[in-house]
């Protein structure tokens, strides 16, 4: 399944964290949006990561899956970060 990761997390020292935890799961869109290609045990263990990496008091995830056969339907004005994915290929974190 393809997820759309954003957050808004308070403290520099973790934001660094999280963004650097996402990349070895994806692709940073926008300064705080990743995008990735996960199957179940993968978003499992993504999560489990994010949670210990966050101040669930203060900071902000929020996760999207979007079905394959919506990926068509993602309208990017600029520059698309994300296109370079392959209906095929999939990141493995």
Excluded: C
Aim: net charge positive.
């Amino acid at each position: 399944m393809f997820y759309v990761v954003s957050y808004d997390i308070v403290d520099d020292r973790r934001r660094r964290h999280v963004a650097k935890y996402l990349e070895s799961y994806g692709v940073r869109v926008q300064y705080s949006v990743f995008e990735t290609e996960l199957n179940e045990q993968q978003l499992a263990a993504m999560i489990k990561g994010l949670k210990s990496k966050i101040k669930k008091s203060e900071d902000t995830i929020r996760i999207y899956s979007i079905p394959k056969d919506h990926r068509d339907k993602i309208i990017t004005i600029g520059i698309d970060k994300g296109s370079f994915y392959d209906k095929d290929i999939h990141i493995i974190g």
